[in-house]
């Protein structure tokens, strides 16, 4: 089945806003995030693209379908628990990219969608101009986590091909709450990965 990746904008994009937020959810429920998040919030999140001239929201579809969106925008835009590691370390956060999470449903993985959301993104960085470097973290989760799936794909590998690192000392962390774990959040911690543009 093809698919078709495209930048969204415009009306399109404010169409596919409120898919983007129940795929976000869906595909977040899963490893490594097992994160037990909300559409109310999901929506939040995503509903302040339209408003930021620098970010780019992706799309992939499917027979018309929404399988797949990731996001990015200009560092400073994001949390500063996302720029905190930066400025600590002396780094210009405000010539840094941040590539969003890339979403994707399990059928449409391993078949070169993931290379074109870091494309697309990469992309619109440099266009953007003035960034040297580009960004995204990942969940860190322990080797022997009893609740990684038996066919957890490593994507390191596949961000490592694409030029990025993991960058020693740039380690934030968020709680939310986990799959099964009740109401309580827990700390989850994220490593970045950085590449220049």
């Known amino acids: 089945m093809n698919v078709t990746v495209e930048a969204l904008t415009g009306q399109p994009l404010l169409d596919a806003l409120p898919e983007v937020a129940r795929l976000r959810i869906a595909v977040f429920r899963e490893w490594p995030y097992l994160y037990d998040g909300t559409i109310a919030y999901e929506r939040r999140y995503i509903d302040r693209f339209p408003k930021l001239s620098d970010a780019v929201i992706v799309a992939a579809f ?24 930066f400025v600590a370390r002396g780094y210009d956060a405000a010539r840094v990219f941040y590539c969003g999470e890339s979403v994707l449903l399990p059928g449409w993985r391993g078949q070169g969608v993931g290379h074109d959301f870091f494309d697309r993104r990469e992309a619109h960085a440099r266009a953007l101009g003035g960034l040297y470097s580009i960004a995204f973290c990942a969940v860190v989760r322990a080797a022997d986590d009893p609740r990684r799936p038996a066919n957890a794909r490593d994507l390191g590998p596949f961000w490592r091909r694409r030029g990025y690192a993991p960058v020693d000392g740039r380690v934030t962390s968020f709680d ?8 309580e959040e827990v700390t989850n911690r994220t490593q970045f990965w950085l590449r220049p543009l």
């Open 62 to 85: 499917a027979d018309g379908r929404l399988v797949g969106s990731p996001t990015g925008e200009p560092l400073l835009g994001q949390h500063p628990e996302f720029v905190a590691p």
């Open 176 to 183: 939310w709450r986990e799959v099964g774990g009740g109401d």
